[in-house]
C-alpha cells in the first residue's frame, strides 16, 4: 500500500515555543492531506484538510492562526503548532487518501508541552 | 447530526472469535471503514465495505449492511498482538471521515 511518512516521532518543546511537523506521501501525490488531533483514550479529531496550492479548510473550533499548516507541494504538507502550550499536547496524526478507498497514517508525533 | 457507535471495551480470549459492532447515521454513505489502532501508533487500515455484505480477509472479516446502518468487524482465531482499539469510520456525502471513538478489544490468555 501507500506509504505516508510523518516527522517528528515525538518531540517534547518548551511552552511559548513553535514545532513544525511533516507529513510526506513517499510513492503517491497527495493533493488533499488531513491533520489529526487525538488525546488519550479518545477518537481522532479532525482539525484541518489542508489542500496543495491553496489554504487549509479548517474545522470548528480549530485556530488557524495556533496550527498552521502548509502543503506547498503534492507530496508535502506542515503543521505548525505555534506558541505552544501544555493544553496542546497531543498526538498528533496526518493521513493522504488514494483514490476513494482507503486512507493512509502517518506514524504520528508525540507532542508534549512542558 | 452525524454519529456512529461501538462499544467501548470488549474483553475475548486467545484463539477465540470475538465480533465488534457499528452502528452509524451519517449524512450520505460512501463507504465504512475499520482500522487498528495500537496505543501510542496511528492507525492502519484493515477492511473497506461500500456495498452490501460481508468481505473476508484472513482471520479479519468485515459486514456491512446499508439499509440497517451497521457493520461489524469479525476477528477469528484471537491472537494477543490483536489487543489494540478498533476504530470503525464512515465517508459520508462530502467523503469526509466520520470516527468512531474506538472498541478497546483486551484478550486474554
Known amino acids: 500500500g501507500a506509504v505516508v511518512s510523518q516527522h517528528p516521532s515525538w518531540v517534547i518543546c518548551k511552552s511559548g515555543t513553535s514545532v513544525k511537523i511533516e507529513c510526506r506521501s513517499l510513492?503517491?501525490?497527495?493533493?488533499?492531506m488531513f491533520w489529526y488531533r487525538q488525546f488519550p483514550k479518545q477518537s481522532l479529531m479532525l482539525m484541518a484538510t489542508?489542500?496543495?496550492?491553496?489554504?487549509?479548510?479548517?474545522e470548528q473550533g480549530v485556530e488557524k492562526d495556533k496550527f498552521l499548516i502548509n502543503h506547498a507541494s503534492l507530496t508535502l504538507s506542515t503543521l505548525t503548532v505555534t506558541s505552544a502550550h501544555p493544553e496542546d499536547s497531543s498526538f498528533y496524526i496526518c493521513?493522504?487518501?488514494?483514490?476513494?478507498?482507503?486512507?493512509?497514517f502517518g506514524q504520528g508525533t508525540r507532542l508534549t508541552v512542558v | 447530526g452525524q454519529n456512529i457507535d461501538q462499544p467501548t471495551e470488549m474483553t475475548a480470549t486467545e484463539g477465540a472469535i470475538v465480533q465488534i459492532n457499528c452502528t452509524y447515521q451519517?449524512?450520505?454513505?460512501?463507504?465504512l471503514f475499520w482500522y487498528q489502532q495500537h496505543a501510542g501508533e496511528a492507525p492502519t487500515f484493515l477492511s473497506y465495505?461500500?456495498l452490501d455484505g460481508l468481505e473476508e480477509k484472513g482471520r479479519f472479516s468485515s459486514f456491512l449492511s446499508r439499509s440497517k446502518g451497521y457493520s461489524y468487524l469479525l476477528l477469528k482465531e484471537l491472537q494477543m498482538k490483536d489487543s489494540a482499539s478498533y476504530l470503525c469510520?464512515?465517508?459520508?456525502?462530502?467523503?469526509?471521515?466520520?470516527w468512531g471513538a474506538g472498541t478497546k478489544l483486551i484478550i486474554k490468555p
Open positions: 493521513s493522504a487518501g488514494q483514490g476513494e478507498t482507503e486512507a493512509f
Open positions: 510513492d503517491f501525490q497527495a493533493t488533499t
Open positions: 489542508s489542500n496543495e496550492g491553496s489554504k487549509a479548510t479548517y
Open positions: 451519517t449524512s450520505g454513505f460512501n463507504g
Open positions: 465495505n461500500v
Open positions: 469510520a464512515v465517508k459520508d456525502s462530502n467523503y469526509q471521515l466520520i
